[in-house]
Structures are given as structure tokens and as C-alpha cells.
């Protein structure tokens, strides 16, 4: 699909360009057990921003994914799902010397997550700022981005310099740091980094848990989210689970309530919650400004969420409108 000026293809929908990582995550066939108990693994194609992009191309929007793979058969793998959902593939770039990342993940009895990564290093971490796809990337309405690509060099240096041309070309940022501390050198470093990119973003999106990992405060109030806000941004969302979301903006605040469904697998629920917002943001971003509107909004991408988390896997998953148009009305 060509596109025409500021990431707008001709059916009128604006460009979301998520950057990072895509990676394999093995889930064990059984669940409610620890990963060295597995008897065996399913491959689940994963990555937070990847997740992203496809849950927006699922809802019908428009997205491009920047990254870079394994010249390996689970690189060409991801590649292949990101375009057969839509996703365009013009950032992708390969690497010949290192493997795709791969995580192998369980939720054990006690419903908390284990998590251990196969990266040391994988061909996301060595993206090259002088192999980005700049034309690609400027040509965003949004673009989208976590903090795993900031854990180390060449990458880190990568994401600032798309972040960059992306706001100097008037993208909308949104940041979602989804945190996994097991790849980080220590809880002070990912906390410290985390924060160094926070007031470049118009919008961004923290769970519970990351609220208090970053506030080193166990509360989870207004005053705690607050604590957060910077003078640029325009909608900060902390996201509670079953217990829906709360939004901030510069003149009001409020929340939402979640939708109850029968949760199997919470994997890709938050990025199917942002994926949604982006997609019904990205050509009208006065909706941020108008609570109404907000509030209709952040209601569908909490359907999303919800739905997401009924299936196994986060990719398949993910919703299309029709799917998140019936729970909403159905409830």
C-alpha cells in the first residue's frame, strides 16, 4: 500500500510504526507448572511491540514494525506472522551473526510468571542506528516503542535516534516500558533508564506493577500515578488488570472499569489494550482532550484486553473489532 504525506495511506488511516523487539516465547504445554517441570513447549511468536503492531492491524488499523530478527528460520518465521497480519516488514532488518531472541515462559501454580530469556546476544540488541529505516519511521503518525531496546549498545543508541526523527518529523510517542526485570543488570539500572527517555513521550501506559516499581511506592493511588506526569505528556493510563484503568490528563482524570471474562492466559493483554488506544487515536488526537470521547475509547481498549486474555498466546489472541464491538455491547 503506498502511502501518501504524514503516514497516511489513501484509505485515510494514519501510520502506527512500533520499534523493538519480536522474539519466540516457549509456553509449556501444561500449564501451572515451573519451566524445569515442562514436559514439553509450544512456540508462541511474542514481543511486546510486535504484539502492538499486530493488534492494531487486527482492529483494521495501519503499522509497520522496526526491528531487527535473526538471519535464522525463527526470524524469517516472525517476519512472515507480522506480514500475514498486515504488519509491514520495511524496517525489519536481519542479522547474519546472531540468533532471534527466544523466552521461554510458564505461570506456575501461584498464577505469577516465570520467565528465562535466550539472548546473550540476540540480533535485536545489535540494531545499528545507520540501519534504520528513517523514511519508514518518519513517516509515523505514532510511533511506538518500550524500554527493553535501551538495555544495551548498539540498540539503546538506535531507539534514540528513531525516537527522535519520529518527533522531529511530528509523530504522536507512546511509551510503554513494560518492564521484565530479569534482562536488566539490576532493578536501579532499569529503573534509571526507564526513566531517562520518560519526558520524551506524549502518551504512556504503566501497569500496576510498574507504577510501584517505578515510584518505589507501594501505593497505587492518584498522588503515586501522579508522581509520573511530566509537562509534555498528554495522557498517562495505568493499567489494573481486572480491575480496569486509570487515565490522567492534563485537565481531568478517571477511570475505567474492566470487562469479566474467563482470563486463560494474560499474555499480550496490555499491548492489545494499547494497540486498540492507538488505533482510535492515531487520526483524531483531540479524542486525548475530551473526556466522553476518552472514556469511550479506553472502554473498547479494555474490551480488547479482556479478550485477549481468553485465548492462549498473545498474538492469536488478539481481537478484531467485531470480536471487541460484541463484548462491549454485550455487557
Known amino acids: 500500500m503506498a502511502s501518501s504525506n504524514n503516514g497516511v495511506s489513501e484509505n485515510g488511516k494514519g501510520l502506527i510504526v512500533s520499534f523493538g523487539e519480536m522474539l519466540i516465547d516457549f509456553v509449556p504445554t501444561v500449564s501451572g507448572v515451573s519451566l524445569a517441570e515442562a514436559p514439553g513447549f509450544?512456540?508462541?511468536?511474542?514481543?511486546?511491540?510486535?504484539?502492538?503492531?499486530?493488534?492494531?492491524?487486527?482492529?483494521?488499523?495501519?503499522?509497520?514494525?522496526?526491528?531487527?530478527?535473526?538471519?535464522?528460520?525463527?526470524?524469517?518465521?516472525l517476519a512472515g506472522i507480522l506480514r500475514d497480519n498486515g504488519v509491514s516488514t520495511r524496517g525489519i532488518n536481519f542479522d547474519q551473526g546472531a540468533r532471534t531472541a527466544l523466552a521461554f515462559v510458564t505461570l506456575k501454580a501461584d498464577g505469577e510468571r516465570e520467565f528465562m530469556f535466550y539472548r546473550n546476544p540476540s540480533a535485536d540488541m545489535l540494531l545499528r542506528p545507520d540501519e534504520l529505516n528513517l523514511e519508514l519511521i518518519k513517516s509515523a503518525k505514532v510511533f511506538h516503542y518500550g524500554s527493553i531496546s535501551l538495555i544495551v549498545e548498539p540498540c539503546r543508541s538506535a531507539h534514540m535516534k528513531a525516537m527522535e526523527a519520529a518527533k522531529d518529523a511530528g509523530a504522536l510517542l507512546s511509551y510503554d516500558p513494560n518492564l521484565r526485570?530479569?534482562?536488566?543488570?539490576?532493578?536501579?539500572?532499569?529503573?534509571?533508564?526507564?526513566?531517562?527517555?520518560?519526558?520524551?513521550?506524549?502518551?504512556?501506559?504503566?501497569?500496576?506493577?510498574?507504577?510501584?516499581?517505578?515510584?518505589?511506592?507501594?501505593?497505587?493511588?492518584?498522588?503515586?500515578?501522579?508522581?509520573?506526569?511530566?509537562?509534555?505528556?498528554?495522557?498517562?493510563?495505568?493499567?489494573?488488570?481486572?480491575?480496569?484503568?486509570?487515565?490522567?490528563?492534563?485537565?481531568?482524570?478517571?477511570?475505567?472499569?474492566?470487562?469479566?471474562?474467563?482470563?486463560?492466559?494474560?499474555?499480550?493483554?496490555?499491548?492489545?489494550?494499547?494497540?486498540?488506544?492507538?488505533?482510535?487515536?492515531?487520526?483524531?488526537?483531540?479524542?486525548?482532550?475530551?473526556?466522553?470521547?476518552?472514556?469511550?475509547?479506553?472502554?473498547?481498549?479494555?474490551?480488547?484486553?479482556?479478550?485477549?486474555?481468553?485465548?492462549?498466546?498473545?498474538?492469536?489472541?488478539?481481537?478484531?473489532?467485531?470480536?471487541?464491538l460484541s463484548l462491549v455491547r454485550g455487557a
Open 42 to 77: 509450544l512456540k508462541a511468536p511474542g514481543g511486546a511491540p510486535a504484539n502492538v503492531a499486530i493488534a492494531v492491524t487486527r482492529l483494521g488499523g495501519k503499522a509497520a514494525f522496526v526491528g531487527k530478527l535473526g538471519d535464522d528460520e525463527f526470524g524469517h518465521m
Open 181 to 324: 526485570l530479569p534482562l536488566w543488570p539490576s532493578e536501579d539500572e532499569a529503573r534509571e533508564q526507564i526513566l531517562s527517555i520518560w519526558d520524551k513521550a506524549d502518551v504512556i501506559k504503566v501497569s500496576d506493577v510498574e507504577l510501584v516499581f517505578l515510584t518505589k511506592n507501594d501505593k497505587i493511588d492518584d498522588a503515586s500515578a501522579m508522581s509520573l506526569w511530566h509537562p509534555n505528556l498528554k495522557l498517562l493510563l495505568v493499567t489494573l488488570g481486572e480491575n480496569g484503568c486509570r487515565y490522567y490528563t492534563k485537565n481531568f482524570h478517571g477511570s475505567v472499569d474492566a470487562f469479566h471474562v474467563k482470563a486463560v492466559d494474560t499474555t499480550g493483554a496490555g499491548d492489545s489494550f494499547v494497540g486498540a488506544l492507538l488505533t482510535k487515536i492515531v487520526d483524531d488526537q483531540s479524542i486525548i482532550e475530551d473526556e466522553a470521547r476518552l472514556k469511550e475509547v479506553l472502554t473498547f481498549a479494555n474490551a480488547c484486553g479482556a479478550i485477549t486474555t481468553t485465548k492462549k498466546g498473545a498474538i492469536p489472541a488478539l481481537p478484531t473489532e467485531t470480536e471487541v
